[in-house]
């Protein structure tokens, strides 16, 4: 439920350019299976002419399902195009073509639009993979499997080139789009939402008796996300940057922070600087750094914020708080 942002403008925007991206892709792979075959170039004209009928007989699927049902079926159809582009760059490789490679580029360009970061740096490393298995792999092969004229290797170049420079724009134009929607929606969020706001986070306690169970799997989340990230030694770190990181809203967020902690969210981010602070303290690392090293590594940009916060939550100040360790390390 907390997966992804709870923008319904999304959804449509990304059904929409999976169609309109098989339309493109089932265009230019005709270009490919028509100009291979009128060429006599084997094995690249069935090649084409088999993903090119794959992709026709897929074009009802982004044009029946919503994206809800269609998202799952991404993954197998990226792994579906790298095998397709794999064999098309061994064999121009072979004769010196370089640009059928820049086809990879493609993938993770594609991957920004329907995975998150971790994701998409996965595809990236796939692609990698497989451009340098192609090196590996191409010398095996017999060098007389493909033989291209010099008119037919410009063809495929200047095709290539032109076919793969109108994919980069579509998806840099949809991934600008996307990030439109999100920024507006976002906007839309802090602008509504205005931290230290009592009034409106006793209504939020008030709501949230109908979806406990939900925010209490968003909290658990946070909590790990905490754990594994620390993300509070960022002095940056915001609840818009929590929100996305978690693929949620920050409505969510604070909801769930309150009901489990009930606290805002500044102030549960100052709980953690502040034990974060605390260890490195019980670690005597006072002795070898500064205290603004101290509060700066936890995340405080300012000392009259840290004081404040310190006191705020431990009941003294960060001077008392070190002399009460300090006696407790004396001995008597």
């Given amino acids: 439920m907390f997966r992804e942002l709870d923008i319904p403008k999304l959804y449509v925007i990304k059904k929409q350019i999976c169609i309109r991206y098989f339309f493109i892709v089932i265009s230019i792979f005709s270009f490919y299976s028509i100009y291979y075959t009128y060429e006599n170039i084997n094995p690249l004209n069935y090649l084409f002419i088999i993903c ?56 993770p360009l594609a991957a920004i639009i329907f995975f998150p970061p971790r994701i998409v740096i996965f595809w990236s490393i796939l692609v990698v993979v497989s451009i340098c298995s192609i090196f590996l792999i191409s010398p095996l092969l017999p060098y007389d499997i493909l033989l291209l004229t010099k008119k037919q290797q410009t063809i495929v170049n200047i095709s290539t080139i032109l076919s793969w420079m109108g994919l980069v724009f579509f998806f840099i134009y949809y991934i600008y789009k996307i990030n439109q929607i999100k920024e507006k929606y976002l906007q839309q969020e802090i602008e509504t939402f205005h931290e230290p706001d009592s009034e409106k986070i006793n209504n939020i306690g008030e709501e949230a008796d109908n979806g406990n169970e939900k925010y209490n799997s968003l909290y658990t989340d946070i909590l790990n996300y905490f754990i594994e990230k620390k993300p509070y030694c960022d002095p940056n770190f915001t609840i818009l940057q929590l929100a996305l990181d978690l693929n949620t809203n920050t409505k969510y967020v604070s909801k769930a922070i309150h009901i489990n902690k009930s606290v805002n969210f500044n102030v549960f981010v100052n709980i953690y600087r502040i034990n974060f602070v605390k260890e490195m303290l019980m670690q005597d690392i006072q002795n070898k750094y500064t205290i603004r090293h101290i509060y700066t590594s936890a995340g405080f940009k300012h000392q009259s914020t840290f004081n404040k916060a310190f006191k705020q939550i431990e009941g003294i100040t960060p001077s008392d708080y070190i002399k009460s360790l300090t006696k407790e390390k004396t001995p008597y």
């Fill in 52 to 107: 090119n009928i794959i992709h026709l007989l897929w074009l009802y699927i982004p044009c029946r399902l919503n994206y809800d049902s269609l998202k799952p079926l991404i993954p197998f159809y990226f792994i579906l195009i790298t095998l397709t582009l794999y064999p098309n760059s061994l064999y121009l490789w072979q004769v010196g073509q370089l640009t059928p490679f820049i086809w990879y580029i493609i993938v």
